[in-house]
């Protein structure tokens, strides 16, 4: 099921893009397991619309991780002011949001 966070349906005038939205956001560790299977068995996804699906996640911070293990063989560190590039790649930016989902208890646990 996708839709934009703009969609209200017509009949009942519910707001049902902005609740689909808010449901992504939260993600399914924090609703229920009947909820979540209630949400499965409608065709409900928790993948955000033209958001890369977690396996496709995973690779990628794989690759960012790479990336980072590669500037601490250069430089000796991994401590990097957010806006520093690396190799032509954004990394200061993506060191900062790893430590904020860290921050937040966001991170997820095999990371």
Known sequence: MQ???????????I?????????????P???SAE???DLEQVGFSFDRVGQPRRNQL???????????QDYQTVFGHTCL?????FYGQKLGSWVANQRHAY???NLHEDR
């Open 3 to 13: 839709m934009k966070s703009s969609y209200v349906d017509n009949e009942t005038g």
């Open 15 to 27: 707001k049902l893009g902005q609740i689909v939205s808010n449901l992504r956001n939260r993600g």
């Open 29 to 31: 560790k924090d609703i």
């Open 35 to 37: 909820k979540r299977r």
């Open 58 to 68: 995973g690779d990628l911070w794989q690759k960012w991780f790479k990336l980072l």
């Open 81 to 85: 002011h957010q806006n520093e590039v």
């Open 103 to 105: 921050a937040r208890n």
